[in-house]
């Protein structure tokens, strides 16, 4: 699978532009603040339906413009596939793949399956739980689609629940009978979920650490741990023992929404105990197992984004990716980088065909 062609109208600080790519890498280069991320982020629209980078959909339209076009044509199985998204202020945002307008943006995920490794990754360390939890679904969700619809309907339920319980408190009343219809679905829903994160952890795990093993080369070893309440108790009595807390609260303090990951280096915490450089190997191998992880189950090489990779960078992990592409363990790659030179340089090691654009 790869991107042909892109063509962005209004998208950010691109007015209107086209592109046309090489099979295995292409390059953006240009000074800071001309575009370089936002070309990436466009890409990455076009797999997840929204940015990386600005979860405020109308704030990825050029400042007073009216909307924005994402135009991109890819080969998959040999057939061509044209993808476009595009947001006009008041509308919805339309999906369409072979101009056919999807219903379900949540039926695209995965179609076109993606990894990007970007300075912006930092979150997952310093961020609260929901960014960890958030990376989890994104992996499971690019290639199990129930999974994906399973989390959205918990989180609705979660959500009347909620109200529920401050009805109740506000009307100083109780009933059982309707919690518990939200209860039972909540458990059937949380359960499943709680299974399914368990079991790709368990297989996602061993490929990080060895992700990690290679880019560090041995030097220490860290951990990537699960932690859910689920792990002690069922959902059930999670719910129970906590029924009178909620009530107070008037919230569900208990479920796959508190899940979280721990990231650590010798048993501390990365977030505080880990050097800078240990704390951006840990990103690039998380996302580098996230890459082998979705190329395994779904049979598809992802696409790579490396946005200001080579500036985290030294010479010796430079060469290291780009030994990893000459072993075609990657498809089609797109970086961006300030150094016109350094990237050439790079890029020449690696025998593969390659375009460079200047911005
Ligand atoms: N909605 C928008 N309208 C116009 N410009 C935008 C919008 N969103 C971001 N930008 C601009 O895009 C530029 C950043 O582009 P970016 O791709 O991050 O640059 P870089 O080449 O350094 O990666 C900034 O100048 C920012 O102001
Ligand atoms: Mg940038």
């Known amino acids: 699978m790869y991107l042909q062609k892109i063509s962005l109208v209004n998208f950010k600080n691109i007015?209107?532009?086209?592109?046309?790519?090489?099979?295995?890498?292409?390059?953006?280069?240009?000074?800071?603040?001309?575009?370089?991320?936002?070309?990436?982020d466009a890409i990455y629209y076009l797999s997840f339906t929204k940015s990386y980078f600005n979860p405020v959909a109308l704030q990825n339209i050029r400042h007073g413009e009216e909307f924005f076009m994402i135009e991109g044509s890819y080969i998959l199985e040999n057939r061509e596939e044209k993808i476009v998204c595009s947001l006009k202020k008041?509308?919805?945002?339309?999906?369409?793949?072979?101009?056919?307008?999807?219903?379900?943006?949540?039926?695209?995920?995965?179609?076109?399956?993606?990894?990007?490794?970007?300075?912006?990754?930092?979150?997952?360390?310093?961020d609260g739980s929901e960014t960890r939890r958030k990376f989890i679904d994104g992996v499971i969700?690019?290639?199990?689609?129930?999974?994906?619809?399973s989390l959205i309907q918990y989180n609705k339920v979660i959500s009347q629940r909620n109200a529920l319980l401050k009805y109740f408190a506000a009307n100083r009343t109780f009933d059982a009978l309707n919690l518990k219809i939200y209860d039972d679905r909540l458990i059937l829903l949380g359960?499943?979920?709680?299974?399914?994160?368990?079991?790709?952890?368990?297989?996602?795990?061993?490929?990080?650490?060895?992700?990690?093993?290679?880019?560090?080369?041995?030097?220490?070893?860290?951990?990537?741990?699960?932690?859910?309440?689920?792990?002690?108790?069922?959902?059930?009595?999670?719910?129970k023992n906590n029924l009178e807390k909620d009530k107070i609260l008037q919230y569900t303090s208990?479920?796959?929404?508190k899940d979280d990951l721990s990231f650590d280096i010798g048993e501390y915490p990365i977030k505080k105990f880990g050097s800078q450089g240990?704390?951006?190997?840990?990103?690039?191998?998380l996302k580098l197992a996230q890459f082998q992880f979705i190329k395994e189950q779904s049979n598809v090489v992802p696409?790579?984004?490396?946005?200001d990779v080579f500036d985290k960078l030294d010479e010796h992990r430079v060469s290291k990716i780009i030994?990893?592409?000459?072993?075609?363990?990657?498809?089609?790659?797109?970086?961006?980088?300030?150094?016109?030179?350094?990237?050439?340089?790079?890029?020449?090691?690696?025998?593969?065909?390659?375009?460079?654009?200047?911005?």
């Open 254 to 257: 208990v479920g796959i929404h």
């Open 278 to 285: 240990q704390q951006k190997s840990y990103l690039i191998a």
């Open 141 to 149: 969700s690019q290639q199990d689609k129930e999974y994906l619809q």
């Open 15 to 40: 007015i209107s532009q086209t592109f046309d790519f090489q099979e295995k890498i292409n390059c953006f280069v240009g000074d800071n603040g001309v575009g370089k991320t936002n070309i990436l």
């Open 303 to 307: 696409i790579l984004l490396l946005d």
């Open 90 to 126: 008041g509308q919805k945002k339309v999906l369409k793949r072979n101009d056919k307008a999807y219903s379900k943006f949540s039926e695209h995920i995965g179609q076109l399956p993606l990894v990007i490794i970007s300075p912006t990754d930092r979150d997952l360390i310093v």
């Open 191 to 239: 359960t499943g979920i709680y299974a399914k994160r368990k079991s790709f952890l368990e297989k996602f795990t061993p490929i990080f650490n060895k992700k990690y093993q290679t880019i560090s080369e041995d030097k220490e070893s860290v951990d990537l741990v699960y932690k859910s309440q689920l792990h002690i108790m069922s959902f059930e009595e999670l719910l």
């Open 323 to 359: 030994e990893l592409v000459n072993k075609d363990e990657f498809g089609q790659i797109f970086i961006t980088d300030t150094h016109a030179e350094r990237t050439e340089n790079v890029i020449k090691q690696s025998n593969k065909p390659y375009q460079i654009f200047k911005l």
